[in-house]
Nanobody, 116 residues
Framework: QVMLVESGGGLVQAGGSLRLSCAASRSISRFTTMGWYRQPPGKQRELVASITSNGSINYVDSVKGRFTISRDNAKNMIWLQMNSLKPDDTAVYYC??????????WGQGTQVTVSS
């Protein structure tokens, strides 16, 4: 079992930046993939960015060039640097850790609100 705790959300004006953090309660080195998802109001949860244990990174098209995901196994943390934020980025952002197809974990989420 692992607990994931997100932080860093908040209210920001369009064009601003936020850095989300996800802290794991134990070592993340064995997690094959860690990532950030978001759920806008009234919409389904979607993948924002993911990073594998060997450093392979994937972004949803809408955030490419603006968001950067990073991972530090020694600190048991991942981050999402979000720049040039848009109102459409408003959502609850969740951290996800995947150990296997049957073992995956979610954080409780952190709210990001971007005002126009």
């Amino acid at each position: 079992q692992v607990m994931l705790v997100e932080s860093g959300g908040g209210l920001v004006q369009a064009g601003g930046s936020l850095r989300l953090s996800c802290a794991a309660s134990r070592s993340i080195s064995r997690f094959t993939t860690m990532g950030w998802y978001r759920q806008p109001p009234g919409k389904q949860r979607e993948l924002v960015a993911s990073i594998t244990s060997n450093g392979s990174i994937n972004y949803v098209d809408s955030v490419k060039g603006r968001f950067t995901i990073s991972r530090d196994n020694a600190k048991n943390m991942i981050w999402l640097q979000m720049n040039s934020l848009k109102p459409d980025d408003t959502a609850v952002y969740y951290c996800k850790a995947v150990l296997s197809a049957l073992l995956l974990y979610w954080g409780q989420g952190t709210q990001v609100t971007v005002s126009s």
